[in-house]
């Protein structure tokens, strides 16, 4: 066996509106079922994850708040992997009346076009944070963290290798982690700048689209794309 896990992207990926549905848990047993683990790797917090996903217990490790936080669904064990929030930050956006501004463990959360905002208070703070984009949604966090990190902590807890892990996601936040994977891959609905990076697109979206993914790493363990970045190597 080649990979050894599956690392996945939560919304627009394995999940449609928030939901796992029927197709795709029955596919994250039986990839479970083949001795492979699986990883989420996502940029909620973690409560409102648990509250919208009640089938946690599907994987192995969660890697939440965008990379900084770490969750074992099993123990209930979570191991902060970044500072907490600035509390400056906090009040300074809240005094702004910040629309849908949301506080984690670590991450600070709104919408576009209020990044603007949010740019303006760390600047005149004089904080070293960082801008994350995805579909919509503006994630502060500090600048070394993002979901790379993040999966990095969790396959050293799980001792594996990121050559052997395949990574699928659809948006801009997602190409941190799926370039550090051995096998990088996208669903259908992907934005098209993480389309032309990996090397897998799946046909349907999704979690149609990672059920298609995970039967073929189940049938074929991806040997013709392992062969294919071998010749590619040696012809290097």
């Known amino acids: 066996m080649y990979f050894r896990a599956l ?119 004089g904080l070293e944070l960082q801008i994350i984009f995805n579909k919509g949604a503006v994630m502060v966090l500090p600048s070394n963290v993002n979901k790379a990190t993040g999966l990095k902590a969790a396959l050293t807890r799980l001792d594996l290798s990121a050559k052997n892990v395949v990574g699928i996601g659809d948006a801009e936040n997602d190409h941190a982690f799926i370039k550090t994977c051995g096998c990088a891959a996208a669903v259908a609905n992907a934005i098209p700048a993480l389309i032309k990076e990996v090397d897998i697109v799946t046909e349907g979206q999704r979690g149609a689209g990672v059920t298609e993914l995970i039967d073929r790493i189940i049938e074929t363990d991806l040997q013709d794309l392992v062969a294919l970045h071998q010749r590619s190597r040696v012809a290097t």
């Open 7 to 125: 690392a996945t992207d939560y919304d627009g990926t394995v999940a449609h509106d928030g939901v796992l549905d029927d197709q795709i848990i029955g596919a994250l047993v039986r990839l479970k079922a083949s001795g492979r683990d699986v990883i989420l790797v996502t940029g909620r917090e973690l409560d409102e994850l648990i509250e919208v996903c009640p089938r946690l217990d599907l994987f192995d490790l969660v890697v939440a708040e965008n990379g900084a936080l770490l969750y074992d669904p099993v123990t209930k064990e979570e191991v902060l992997l970044a500072e907490a929030p600035s509390a400056e930050l906090v009040e300074r956006l809240k005094a702004a009346k910040v629309p849908g501004l949301s506080v984690g463990r670590s991450i600070i959360a709104t919408w576009e076009p209020y990044e603007v905002v949010v740019l303006e208070a760390i600047r005149e703070l």
